[in-house]
DNA sequence: TCAGTAACGATCAAAAACAATCATATTGCG
DNA sequence: CGCAATATGATTGTTTTTGATCGTTACTGA
Protein backbone atom coordinates (compact mmCIF):
# COMPACT_ATOMS: atom_id res chain seq x y z
CA UNK A 1 0.00 0.00 0.00
CA UNK A 2 1.23 3.68 -1.05
CA UNK A 3 2.04 6.19 1.56
CA UNK A 4 -0.98 8.13 0.09
CA UNK A 5 -3.59 5.71 0.64
CA UNK A 6 -2.83 4.94 3.65
CA UNK A 7 -2.72 8.61 4.88
CA UNK A 8 -6.10 8.28 3.34
CA UNK A 9 -7.09 5.75 5.29
CA UNK A 10 -5.75 7.57 8.25
CA UNK A 11 -7.10 10.54 8.17
CA UNK A 12 -10.42 8.87 7.32
CA UNK A 13 -10.57 6.54 10.08
CA UNK A 14 -10.19 9.37 12.48
CA UNK A 15 -13.04 11.38 11.35
CA UNK A 16 -14.98 8.30 12.20
CA UNK A 17 -14.17 7.51 16.04
CA UNK A 18 -12.94 9.67 18.11
CA UNK A 19 -9.31 8.44 18.44
CA UNK A 20 -8.01 5.49 16.20
CA UNK A 21 -4.96 3.66 17.79
CA UNK A 22 -2.10 2.64 16.02
CA UNK A 23 -3.42 -1.24 16.66
CA UNK A 24 -6.44 -0.68 14.58
CA UNK A 25 -4.78 1.48 12.12
CA UNK A 26 -2.51 -1.51 11.54
CA UNK A 27 -5.07 -3.61 10.33
CA UNK A 28 -6.83 -1.29 8.39
CA UNK A 29 -3.72 -0.72 6.53
CA UNK A 30 -1.74 -3.91 6.53
CA UNK A 31 1.66 -2.29 7.19
CA UNK A 32 3.73 -2.53 10.80
CA UNK A 33 3.21 -0.03 13.40
CA UNK A 34 6.69 1.57 12.67
CA UNK A 35 5.20 2.96 9.52
CA UNK A 36 2.11 4.05 11.22
CA UNK A 37 3.73 5.84 13.96
CA UNK A 38 5.97 7.60 10.94
CA UNK A 39 2.18 7.93 8.99
CA UNK A 40 0.76 9.81 12.06
CA UNK A 41 3.80 11.88 13.15
CA UNK A 42 3.99 13.39 9.27
CA UNK A 43 0.19 14.32 9.55
CA UNK A 44 0.87 15.63 12.85
CA UNK A 45 3.21 18.59 11.57
CA UNK A 46 1.48 19.17 8.61
CA UNK A 47 -1.90 19.75 11.10
CA UNK A 48 -3.92 17.44 9.17
CA UNK A 49 -4.41 15.56 13.61
CA UNK A 50 -3.43 15.42 16.73
CA UNK A 51 -0.87 13.36 17.38
CA UNK A 52 -1.70 11.33 21.12
CA UNK A 53 -0.54 8.18 22.77
CA UNK A 54 -1.60 5.14 21.35
CA UNK A 55 -2.80 7.06 18.23
CA UNK A 56 -4.66 9.80 16.55
CA UNK A 57 -6.96 12.04 16.89
CA UNK A 58 -9.04 14.40 14.87
CA UNK A 59 -7.60 18.17 15.26
CA UNK A 60 -11.49 19.64 15.68
CA UNK A 61 -13.30 16.79 17.67
CA UNK A 62 -16.21 17.66 17.20
CA UNK A 63 -16.63 18.95 20.84
CA UNK A 64 -19.79 17.80 21.80
CA UNK A 65 -19.94 19.59 24.76
CA UNK A 66 -23.27 20.55 25.13
CA UNK A 67 -26.57 19.56 22.81
CA UNK A 68 -26.71 22.94 21.55
CA UNK A 69 -23.60 22.99 19.14
CA UNK A 70 -21.10 26.46 18.77
CA UNK A 71 -23.60 27.80 16.13
CA UNK A 72 -26.32 27.73 18.26
CA UNK A 73 -25.36 28.30 21.61
CA UNK A 74 -22.90 31.45 20.11
CA UNK A 75 -26.43 33.13 18.51
CA UNK A 76 -28.37 32.43 21.92
CA UNK A 77 -26.94 35.65 23.34
CA UNK A 78 -27.21 37.79 20.27
CA UNK A 79 -29.79 40.44 20.77
CA UNK A 80 -30.67 37.99 23.75
CA UNK A 81 -32.72 41.38 25.08
CA UNK A 82 -34.97 42.17 22.34
CA UNK A 83 -35.46 38.41 21.65
CA UNK A 84 -36.96 37.92 24.87
CA UNK A 85 -39.09 40.84 24.47
CA UNK A 86 -40.50 39.56 21.43
CA UNK A 87 -41.00 36.01 22.43
CA UNK A 88 -42.73 37.11 25.45
CA UNK A 89 -44.96 38.88 22.90
CA UNK A 90 -45.56 35.61 20.75
CA UNK A 91 -46.41 33.70 23.83
CA UNK A 92 -48.72 35.95 25.31
CA UNK A 93 -50.89 35.39 21.74
CA UNK A 94 -51.29 32.12 23.01
CA UNK A 95 -53.55 30.45 25.21
CA UNK A 96 -53.75 27.68 27.69
CA UNK A 97 -54.88 25.02 25.52
CA UNK A 98 -53.85 26.29 22.54
CA UNK A 99 -52.03 24.02 19.66
CA UNK A 100 -48.84 25.62 18.36
CA UNK A 101 -46.16 24.94 16.58
CA UNK A 102 -43.06 26.01 17.05
CA UNK A 103 -39.88 26.02 14.50
CA UNK A 104 -36.76 25.62 15.82
CA UNK A 105 -34.32 28.90 15.83
CA UNK A 106 -32.63 31.37 18.46
CA UNK A 107 -35.60 33.40 18.84
CA UNK A 108 -38.44 31.06 18.87
CA UNK A 109 -36.35 29.38 21.59
CA UNK A 110 -36.66 32.06 23.81
CA UNK A 111 -40.78 31.41 23.89
CA UNK A 112 -39.88 28.54 26.71
CA UNK A 113 -39.24 30.62 29.07
CA UNK A 114 -42.46 31.98 28.68
CA UNK A 115 -44.09 28.81 28.16
CA UNK A 116 -42.75 27.38 31.78
CA UNK A 117 -46.35 28.01 33.32
CA UNK A 118 -48.35 27.66 30.53
CA UNK A 119 -49.90 24.43 29.53
CA UNK A 120 -50.52 24.23 26.09
CA UNK A 121 -49.82 21.30 22.96
CA UNK A 122 -46.39 22.32 21.36
CA UNK A 123 -45.47 20.63 18.26
CA UNK A 124 -41.69 21.17 17.47
CA UNK A 125 -38.93 20.20 15.41
CA UNK A 126 -36.17 21.60 17.73
CA UNK A 127 -34.12 18.95 19.80
CA UNK A 128 -33.67 22.04 22.85
CA UNK A 129 -36.84 23.32 22.57
CA UNK A 130 -38.49 20.08 23.28
CA UNK A 131 -35.91 19.10 25.76
CA UNK A 132 -36.22 22.42 27.50
CA UNK A 133 -40.12 22.11 27.63
CA UNK A 134 -40.32 18.67 28.73
CA UNK A 135 -38.05 19.23 31.51
CA UNK A 136 -39.64 22.50 32.76
CA UNK A 137 -42.87 23.05 32.19
CA UNK A 138 -46.30 20.80 31.81
CA UNK A 139 -47.39 21.42 28.24
CA UNK A 140 -48.12 18.49 25.80
CA UNK A 141 -44.93 17.87 24.24
CA UNK A 142 -44.84 16.67 20.05
CA UNK A 143 -41.74 15.82 18.10
CA UNK A 144 -41.76 15.85 14.60
CA UNK A 145 -39.72 12.86 13.70
CA UNK A 146 -36.35 11.95 11.63
CA UNK A 147 -32.55 12.35 11.81
CA UNK A 148 -31.27 15.24 14.29
CA UNK A 149 -29.35 17.73 12.75
CA UNK A 150 -26.75 18.80 15.42
CA UNK A 151 -25.27 21.59 13.62
CA UNK A 152 -29.44 23.49 13.66
CA UNK A 153 -30.28 21.64 16.48
CA UNK A 154 -33.44 20.55 13.92
CA UNK A 155 -35.28 17.55 13.43
CA UNK A 156 -35.34 16.70 9.57
CA UNK A 157 -37.12 13.67 7.88
CA UNK A 158 -36.54 12.99 4.58
CA UNK A 159 -39.71 11.47 4.09
CA UNK A 160 -43.33 12.91 4.72
CA UNK A 161 -43.95 12.67 7.90
CA UNK A 162 -47.37 11.89 9.10
CA UNK A 163 -47.22 13.14 12.74
CA UNK A 164 -46.36 16.89 11.30
CA UNK A 165 -48.88 16.06 8.57
CA UNK A 166 -51.52 15.29 11.36
CA UNK A 167 -50.90 18.13 13.88
CA UNK A 168 -52.75 21.20 12.74
CA UNK A 169 -52.35 24.46 14.83
CA UNK A 170 -53.82 27.43 15.56
CA UNK A 171 -50.51 28.98 15.10
CA UNK A 172 -47.23 28.18 13.85
CA UNK A 173 -43.82 30.70 15.30
CA UNK A 174 -40.97 30.98 13.11
CA UNK A 175 -38.15 33.14 12.88
CA UNK A 176 -36.42 34.12 9.97
CA UNK A 177 -33.20 35.75 8.66
CA UNK A 178 -34.67 38.15 6.40
CA UNK A 179 -37.82 40.17 6.04
CA UNK A 180 -38.37 41.95 2.71
CA UNK A 181 -40.42 42.78 0.06
CA UNK A 182 -39.90 39.75 -1.65
CA UNK A 183 -40.97 37.74 1.48
CA UNK A 184 -39.34 35.73 4.54
CA UNK A 185 -35.80 34.90 3.72
CA UNK A 186 -33.57 31.88 5.21
CA UNK A 187 -29.73 31.22 4.59
CA UNK A 188 -30.32 27.52 5.40
CA UNK A 189 -31.16 24.77 3.25
CA UNK A 190 -32.00 22.43 5.78
CA UNK A 191 -34.28 24.92 7.68
CA UNK A 192 -36.01 25.93 4.33
CA UNK A 193 -36.82 22.61 4.34
CA UNK A 194 -37.89 22.29 7.67
CA UNK A 195 -39.96 25.09 7.58
CA UNK A 196 -41.99 23.76 4.61
CA UNK A 197 -42.81 20.91 5.59
CA UNK A 198 -44.65 22.57 8.76
CA UNK A 199 -45.84 26.22 7.32
CA UNK A 200 -49.12 24.44 5.75
CA UNK A 201 -50.22 23.06 9.38
CA UNK A 202 -51.45 25.92 10.54
CA UNK A 203 -53.96 29.12 10.13
CA UNK A 204 -51.65 31.61 11.57
CA UNK A 205 -47.95 32.22 10.71
CA UNK A 206 -46.27 33.77 13.23
CA UNK A 207 -42.87 35.86 12.44
CA UNK A 208 -40.41 36.62 15.05
CA UNK A 209 -37.72 38.75 14.06
CA UNK A 210 -35.70 41.64 15.76
CA UNK A 211 -35.43 44.27 13.11
CA UNK A 212 -31.99 44.10 12.38
CA UNK A 213 -33.68 41.40 10.14
CA UNK A 214 -35.06 43.81 8.14
CA UNK A 215 -32.31 44.84 6.30
CA UNK A 216 -31.17 41.64 5.73
CA UNK A 217 -31.09 39.81 3.00
CA UNK A 218 -30.74 36.32 2.14
CA UNK A 219 -30.67 33.84 -1.14
CA UNK A 220 -33.60 31.84 -0.31
CA UNK A 221 -37.08 32.99 -0.37
CA UNK A 222 -39.45 30.88 2.23
CA UNK A 223 -42.70 31.88 1.13
CA UNK A 224 -44.62 35.65 0.29
CA UNK A 225 -45.51 38.54 2.94
CA UNK A 226 -49.10 37.55 2.29
CA UNK A 227 -48.57 34.42 4.06
CA UNK A 228 -47.54 36.24 6.75
CA UNK A 229 -50.16 37.10 9.59
CA UNK A 230 -48.51 38.76 12.30
CA UNK A 231 -45.17 39.93 12.57
CA UNK A 232 -43.23 40.66 15.99
CA UNK A 233 -40.33 42.64 15.89
CA UNK A 234 -38.97 45.59 18.50
CA UNK A 235 -38.77 49.05 18.25
CA UNK A 236 -36.04 49.53 16.38
CA UNK A 237 -38.10 49.12 13.32
CA UNK A 238 -38.29 51.82 10.45
CA UNK A 239 -41.28 53.45 9.05
CA UNK A 240 -40.98 52.48 6.02
CA UNK A 241 -40.88 48.82 7.14
CA UNK A 242 -43.41 49.07 9.19
CA UNK A 243 -45.51 50.48 5.94
CA UNK A 244 -44.21 47.42 3.83
CA UNK A 245 -45.98 45.03 6.42
CA UNK A 246 -48.88 47.21 6.47
CA UNK A 247 -48.96 47.04 2.58
CA UNK A 248 -48.62 43.39 2.79
CA UNK A 249 -52.24 43.26 5.42
CA UNK A 250 -49.31 41.78 7.61
CA UNK A 251 -50.28 42.46 11.50
CA UNK A 252 -47.07 44.27 13.63
CA UNK A 253 -47.00 43.78 16.92
CA UNK A 254 -43.48 46.38 18.63
CA UNK A 255 -42.26 44.30 21.54
CA UNK A 256 -41.83 47.04 24.22
CA UNK A 257 -38.19 46.93 25.18
CA UNK A 258 -38.70 49.60 27.49
CA UNK A 259 -41.73 48.33 29.82
CA UNK A 260 -39.74 46.02 31.72
CA UNK A 261 -39.14 47.59 34.99
CA UNK A 262 -36.28 48.55 35.00
CA UNK A 263 -34.59 45.31 34.62
CA UNK A 264 -31.23 44.85 34.28
CA UNK A 265 -30.75 41.84 34.59
CA UNK A 266 -32.10 40.21 31.84
CA UNK A 267 -31.28 36.59 32.83
CA UNK A 268 -34.47 34.47 32.52
CA UNK A 269 -36.09 33.38 35.12
CA UNK B 1 -9.57 0.60 26.27
CA UNK B 2 -7.59 3.66 25.64
CA UNK B 3 -7.94 6.66 27.73
CA UNK B 4 -9.76 8.93 25.35
CA UNK B 5 -12.18 6.32 25.36
CA UNK B 6 -12.09 6.01 29.04
CA UNK B 7 -12.32 9.47 29.46
CA UNK B 8 -15.19 9.36 27.03
CA UNK B 9 -17.43 6.99 29.04
CA UNK B 10 -16.30 8.53 32.34
CA UNK B 11 -18.11 11.95 31.23
CA UNK B 12 -21.16 9.82 29.88
CA UNK B 13 -21.31 7.75 33.07
CA UNK B 14 -21.55 11.25 35.00
CA UNK B 15 -24.01 12.61 32.52
CA UNK B 16 -26.69 10.26 32.93
CA UNK B 17 -27.34 10.11 37.23
CA UNK B 18 -25.83 12.55 39.59
CA UNK B 19 -22.92 10.78 41.03
CA UNK B 20 -20.72 8.13 38.95
CA UNK B 21 -19.00 5.68 41.61
CA UNK B 22 -15.21 4.57 40.92
CA UNK B 23 -16.84 0.81 41.26
CA UNK B 24 -19.44 1.25 38.27
CA UNK B 25 -17.12 3.03 36.43
CA UNK B 26 -14.49 0.52 36.67
CA UNK B 27 -17.44 -2.03 35.06
CA UNK B 28 -18.11 0.42 32.56
CA UNK B 29 -14.81 0.28 30.82
CA UNK B 30 -13.23 -2.81 32.24
CA UNK B 31 -10.17 -1.00 33.70
CA UNK B 32 -9.28 -1.04 37.04
CA UNK B 33 -9.67 1.49 40.12
CA UNK B 34 -6.41 2.46 40.20
CA UNK B 35 -7.24 3.72 36.39
CA UNK B 36 -10.21 5.34 36.75
CA UNK B 37 -8.87 7.19 39.51
CA UNK B 38 -6.45 8.78 38.02
CA UNK B 39 -8.88 9.61 35.27
CA UNK B 40 -11.45 11.20 37.44
CA UNK B 41 -8.32 12.95 38.77
CA UNK B 42 -7.34 14.23 35.62
CA UNK B 43 -10.83 14.85 34.33
CA UNK B 44 -11.13 17.24 37.61
CA UNK B 45 -8.03 19.35 36.90
CA UNK B 46 -9.29 19.95 33.36
CA UNK B 47 -12.44 20.99 35.19
CA UNK B 48 -15.14 18.26 33.03
CA UNK B 49 -16.21 16.70 35.98
CA UNK B 50 -15.66 17.14 39.60
CA UNK B 51 -14.04 14.96 41.88
CA UNK B 52 -16.21 13.64 45.16
CA UNK B 53 -15.13 10.60 47.80
CA UNK B 54 -16.40 7.87 45.96
CA UNK B 55 -16.53 8.85 42.52
CA UNK B 56 -17.39 11.99 40.23
CA UNK B 57 -20.17 13.90 39.82
CA UNK B 58 -21.32 16.33 36.59
CA UNK B 59 -20.18 20.19 36.90
CA UNK B 60 -23.51 20.89 36.53
CA UNK B 61 -25.38 18.03 37.85
CA UNK B 62 -28.99 19.44 38.64
CA UNK B 63 -31.71 19.46 35.46
CA UNK B 64 -34.39 20.75 38.10
CA UNK B 65 -36.71 17.68 39.05
CA UNK B 66 -35.07 16.23 35.96
CA UNK B 67 -36.58 14.68 32.49
CA UNK B 68 -37.18 11.54 34.04
CA UNK B 69 -39.96 11.30 35.83
CA UNK B 70 -39.87 9.28 39.22
CA UNK B 71 -40.29 6.34 37.66
CA UNK B 72 -37.40 6.33 34.90
CA UNK B 73 -35.06 7.44 37.28
CA UNK B 74 -35.64 5.21 39.96
CA UNK B 75 -35.48 2.18 37.73
CA UNK B 76 -32.75 3.36 36.67
CA UNK B 77 -30.35 1.97 39.74
CA UNK B 78 -32.30 -1.01 39.93
CA UNK B 79 -29.96 -4.02 39.14
CA UNK B 80 -27.69 -1.63 36.85
CA UNK B 81 -25.18 -3.69 37.67
CA UNK B 82 -26.82 -6.59 35.67
CA UNK B 83 -28.49 -3.70 33.05
CA UNK B 84 -24.78 -2.58 32.22
CA UNK B 85 -23.42 -5.90 31.74
CA UNK B 86 -25.83 -7.15 29.66
CA UNK B 87 -26.07 -3.56 27.62
CA UNK B 88 -22.49 -4.29 26.65
CA UNK B 89 -23.24 -7.46 25.49
CA UNK B 90 -25.43 -5.62 22.94
CA UNK B 91 -23.51 -3.31 21.85
CA UNK B 92 -20.63 -5.84 21.15
CA UNK B 93 -23.16 -7.07 18.89
CA UNK B 94 -23.06 -4.00 16.53
CA UNK B 95 -20.55 -2.92 14.20
CA UNK B 96 -20.21 1.24 13.04
CA UNK B 97 -22.26 1.41 10.54
CA UNK B 98 -24.67 -0.54 11.44
CA UNK B 99 -28.54 0.84 11.59
CA UNK B 100 -29.90 -0.06 15.00
CA UNK B 101 -32.84 0.48 16.40
CA UNK B 102 -33.13 1.21 20.72
CA UNK B 103 -36.61 1.00 21.72
CA UNK B 104 -36.96 2.82 25.28
CA UNK B 105 -36.33 1.00 28.99
CA UNK B 106 -34.11 1.33 31.31
CA UNK B 107 -31.94 -1.41 30.27
CA UNK B 108 -31.76 -0.71 26.71
CA UNK B 109 -30.94 3.02 28.15
CA UNK B 110 -27.39 1.35 29.59
CA UNK B 111 -26.22 0.72 25.91
CA UNK B 112 -25.56 4.61 25.54
CA UNK B 113 -21.87 4.27 27.56
CA UNK B 114 -21.05 1.62 25.06
CA UNK B 115 -22.36 3.58 22.12
CA UNK B 116 -20.04 6.75 23.54
CA UNK B 117 -17.14 5.68 20.96
CA UNK B 118 -19.06 4.34 18.66
CA UNK B 119 -20.84 5.51 14.94
CA UNK B 120 -23.71 3.75 14.71
CA UNK B 121 -27.02 4.76 12.97
CA UNK B 122 -29.55 5.27 15.83
CA UNK B 123 -32.89 4.98 15.50
CA UNK B 124 -34.80 5.70 18.63
CA UNK B 125 -38.44 6.11 20.07
CA UNK B 126 -36.72 7.24 23.63
CA UNK B 127 -36.22 10.47 24.24
CA UNK B 128 -33.54 10.29 26.95
CA UNK B 129 -31.35 7.66 24.89
CA UNK B 130 -31.83 10.49 21.76
CA UNK B 131 -30.62 13.46 23.95
CA UNK B 132 -27.91 11.14 25.33
CA UNK B 133 -26.39 9.85 22.57
CA UNK B 134 -26.47 13.69 20.82
CA UNK B 135 -24.87 15.03 23.29
CA UNK B 136 -21.76 12.81 24.48
CA UNK B 137 -21.21 10.74 21.25
CA UNK B 138 -21.12 11.08 17.33
CA UNK B 139 -23.46 8.68 16.48
CA UNK B 140 -26.40 9.76 13.89
CA UNK B 141 -29.38 9.98 15.64
CA UNK B 142 -32.97 9.46 14.36
CA UNK B 143 -36.08 9.74 16.07
CA UNK B 144 -39.41 8.81 15.86
CA UNK B 145 -42.13 11.44 15.81
CA UNK B 146 -44.80 11.79 18.15
CA UNK B 147 -46.07 12.92 21.82
CA UNK B 148 -43.84 12.66 24.24
CA UNK B 149 -44.93 10.47 27.33
CA UNK B 150 -42.89 11.79 30.62
CA UNK B 151 -44.13 8.51 32.25
CA UNK B 152 -42.35 6.14 29.99
CA UNK B 153 -40.27 8.59 28.25
CA UNK B 154 -41.12 7.74 24.66
CA UNK B 155 -42.37 9.12 21.77
CA UNK B 156 -45.10 7.88 20.49
CA UNK B 157 -47.35 8.99 17.62
CA UNK B 158 -51.34 7.74 17.12
CA UNK B 159 -50.27 7.40 13.15
CA UNK B 160 -48.39 5.65 11.28
CA UNK B 161 -44.93 7.48 10.80
CA UNK B 162 -43.27 7.56 7.53
CA UNK B 163 -39.93 8.00 9.60
CA UNK B 164 -40.33 4.71 11.12
CA UNK B 165 -41.44 2.86 8.30
CA UNK B 166 -38.60 3.54 5.75
CA UNK B 167 -35.95 3.14 9.04
CA UNK B 168 -34.86 -1.14 8.66
CA UNK B 169 -32.48 -1.37 10.54
CA UNK B 170 -30.05 -4.66 11.19
CA UNK B 171 -31.31 -5.17 14.88
CA UNK B 172 -33.70 -4.25 16.88
CA UNK B 173 -32.77 -3.82 20.85
CA UNK B 174 -35.54 -4.00 23.56
CA UNK B 175 -36.78 -4.66 27.12
CA UNK B 176 -39.94 -6.53 28.37
CA UNK B 177 -41.12 -6.98 31.43
CA UNK B 178 -41.14 -10.61 31.37
CA UNK B 179 -40.17 -13.88 29.14
CA UNK B 180 -42.08 -16.78 29.53
CA UNK B 181 -43.34 -19.77 26.72
CA UNK B 182 -46.22 -17.79 25.99
CA UNK B 183 -43.66 -15.08 24.44
CA UNK B 184 -42.66 -11.42 24.98
CA UNK B 185 -44.43 -9.80 27.76
CA UNK B 186 -45.35 -6.34 28.32
CA UNK B 187 -47.38 -4.49 30.92
CA UNK B 188 -47.73 -1.59 29.48
CA UNK B 189 -50.12 -1.02 26.48
CA UNK B 190 -48.32 2.07 25.86
CA UNK B 191 -44.71 0.63 25.41
CA UNK B 192 -46.30 -2.26 23.71
CA UNK B 193 -47.84 0.29 20.90
CA UNK B 194 -44.36 2.08 20.70
CA UNK B 195 -42.78 -1.67 20.42
CA UNK B 196 -45.60 -2.84 18.15
CA UNK B 197 -44.88 0.09 15.16
CA UNK B 198 -40.70 -1.11 15.29
CA UNK B 199 -40.66 -4.53 15.45
CA UNK B 200 -40.91 -5.21 11.78
CA UNK B 201 -38.47 -2.90 11.05
CA UNK B 202 -35.30 -5.03 11.74
CA UNK B 203 -34.01 -8.41 10.61
CA UNK B 204 -32.97 -9.50 14.25
CA UNK B 205 -34.94 -8.71 17.29
CA UNK B 206 -32.68 -8.73 20.64
CA UNK B 207 -34.30 -8.99 23.85
CA UNK B 208 -32.02 -7.26 26.71
CA UNK B 209 -33.86 -8.79 30.20
CA UNK B 210 -32.56 -9.32 33.70
CA UNK B 211 -32.79 -13.22 34.84
CA UNK B 212 -35.42 -12.19 36.71
CA UNK B 213 -37.41 -11.57 34.29
CA UNK B 214 -37.74 -14.84 33.59
CA UNK B 215 -40.35 -16.14 36.53
CA UNK B 216 -42.40 -12.47 36.05
CA UNK B 217 -45.60 -12.65 34.33
CA UNK B 218 -47.55 -9.87 32.55
CA UNK B 219 -50.87 -9.41 31.08
CA UNK B 220 -49.58 -8.58 27.57
CA UNK B 221 -47.79 -10.24 24.63
CA UNK B 222 -46.21 -8.24 22.56
CA UNK B 223 -44.84 -11.29 20.40
CA UNK B 224 -44.02 -14.95 20.46
CA UNK B 225 -40.40 -16.52 21.62
CA UNK B 226 -40.04 -17.52 17.86
CA UNK B 227 -39.75 -14.28 16.63
CA UNK B 228 -36.69 -13.24 19.23
CA UNK B 229 -33.12 -13.64 17.58
CA UNK B 230 -31.41 -13.76 20.59
CA UNK B 231 -31.64 -13.05 24.56
CA UNK B 232 -29.18 -11.48 26.16
CA UNK B 233 -29.65 -12.29 29.87
CA UNK B 234 -27.62 -12.12 33.50
CA UNK B 235 -25.88 -15.63 35.29
CA UNK B 236 -28.86 -15.65 36.82
CA UNK B 237 -30.68 -17.33 34.10
CA UNK B 238 -32.01 -21.14 35.41
CA UNK B 239 -31.13 -23.85 33.12
CA UNK B 240 -35.21 -24.48 32.40
CA UNK B 241 -35.38 -21.12 31.24
CA UNK B 242 -32.76 -21.83 28.89
CA UNK B 243 -33.85 -24.60 27.92
CA UNK B 244 -37.05 -22.81 26.96
CA UNK B 245 -35.39 -20.73 24.58
CA UNK B 246 -33.26 -23.45 23.38
CA UNK B 247 -36.64 -25.10 22.33
CA UNK B 248 -38.11 -21.67 20.34
CA UNK B 249 -34.75 -21.84 18.66
CA UNK B 250 -33.29 -18.40 20.32
CA UNK B 251 -29.85 -17.37 20.73
CA UNK B 252 -28.80 -17.13 24.40
CA UNK B 253 -26.04 -14.77 25.68
CA UNK B 254 -25.48 -14.39 29.38
CA UNK B 255 -23.44 -11.47 29.85
CA UNK B 256 -20.52 -12.49 32.52
CA UNK B 257 -20.97 -10.64 35.65
CA UNK B 258 -18.09 -12.31 36.39
CA UNK B 259 -17.94 -12.88 40.22
CA UNK B 260 -16.36 -9.59 41.82
CA UNK B 261 -14.84 -10.15 44.97
CA UNK B 262 -17.31 -11.04 47.69
CA UNK B 263 -20.57 -9.37 46.20
CA UNK B 264 -22.85 -9.82 49.02
CA UNK B 265 -24.21 -7.09 48.13
CA UNK B 266 -27.15 -7.58 45.66
CA UNK B 267 -28.28 -4.69 46.45
CA UNK B 268 -28.73 -1.32 44.34
CA UNK B 269 -26.08 0.84 45.30
C1' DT C 1 -17.08 5.79 71.06
C1' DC C 2 -15.34 2.18 68.55
C1' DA C 3 -14.90 -1.34 65.41
C1' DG C 4 -15.72 -2.54 60.55
C1' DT C 5 -15.79 -1.22 56.01
C1' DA C 6 -14.97 1.50 52.01
C1' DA C 7 -12.15 4.76 49.67
C1' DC C 8 -7.83 6.55 49.06
C1' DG C 9 -2.74 7.40 47.98
C1' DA C 10 1.73 5.60 47.31
C1' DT C 11 4.60 2.21 45.46
C1' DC C 12 6.20 -1.20 42.33
C1' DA C 13 6.07 -4.68 38.73
C1' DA C 14 3.98 -5.88 34.32
C1' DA C 15 2.31 -4.43 30.01
C1' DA C 16 1.80 -1.29 26.36
C1' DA C 17 3.46 2.34 23.56
C1' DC C 18 7.27 4.47 21.94
C1' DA C 19 11.91 5.96 19.72
C1' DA C 20 16.10 4.62 17.75
C1' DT C 21 18.51 1.62 14.97
C1' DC C 22 19.54 -1.48 11.45
C1' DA C 23 18.42 -4.75 7.83
C1' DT C 24 15.58 -5.53 3.90
C1' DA C 25 12.53 -4.24 0.15
C1' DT C 26 11.00 -1.06 -3.22
C1' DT C 27 11.47 2.65 -6.33
C1' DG C 28 13.63 5.83 -9.42
C1' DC C 29 17.16 6.96 -12.45
C1' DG C 30 21.37 6.90 -15.08
C1' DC D 1 21.15 -3.67 -15.19
C1' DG D 2 23.17 -1.58 -11.23
C1' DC D 3 23.22 1.82 -7.82
C1' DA D 4 21.45 5.10 -4.82
C1' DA D 5 17.57 6.99 -2.41
C1' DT D 6 13.77 6.12 0.03
C1' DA D 7 10.31 3.44 2.34
C1' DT D 8 9.23 -0.34 5.15
C1' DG D 9 9.55 -3.89 8.77
C1' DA D 10 11.86 -6.07 12.55
C1' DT D 11 14.60 -5.64 16.79
C1' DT D 12 16.00 -3.59 20.92
C1' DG D 13 16.04 -0.61 24.75
C1' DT D 14 13.40 3.28 26.95
C1' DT D 15 9.36 5.70 28.59
C1' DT D 16 4.55 5.81 29.84
C1' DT D 17 0.60 3.73 31.38
C1' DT D 18 -1.72 0.38 33.87
C1' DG D 19 -3.00 -2.90 37.53
C1' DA D 20 -2.12 -4.93 41.98
C1' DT D 21 -0.71 -4.55 46.71
C1' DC D 22 -0.53 -2.40 51.11
C1' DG D 23 -0.73 0.92 54.64
C1' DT D 24 -3.49 5.03 55.75
C1' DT D 25 -7.55 7.83 56.05
C1' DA D 26 -12.46 8.76 55.88
C1' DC D 27 -17.00 7.20 56.47
C1' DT D 28 -20.82 4.02 58.72
C1' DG D 29 -23.52 1.85 61.99
C1' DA D 30 -24.04 -0.15 66.20
Redesign the pocket.
Given at each position: ???KE?HRIILSAVQEKPVA???ELVELT???E??I??DI?ALHVQKKLRR????AEALHPPQFVGLAGRPFSVNQSINSRQKQAIAKEAVALCEDGDPIIINGGTTTFQMVHFLANRRLQVFTNSFPIAEHLLKNSKNTIMLSGGTIYREQNIILSPFDNDVTRNFYARRMFMGAQGLSPLGLMEADPLLIQAEQKLIDQADELIVLVDSSKFSKRSSLILCGLKRITTVITDSGIEDRHAAMLEAAGVNLIVAGVQEMNSNRSVTLE
Open positions: MHERTVVDSSATRRAVRGG
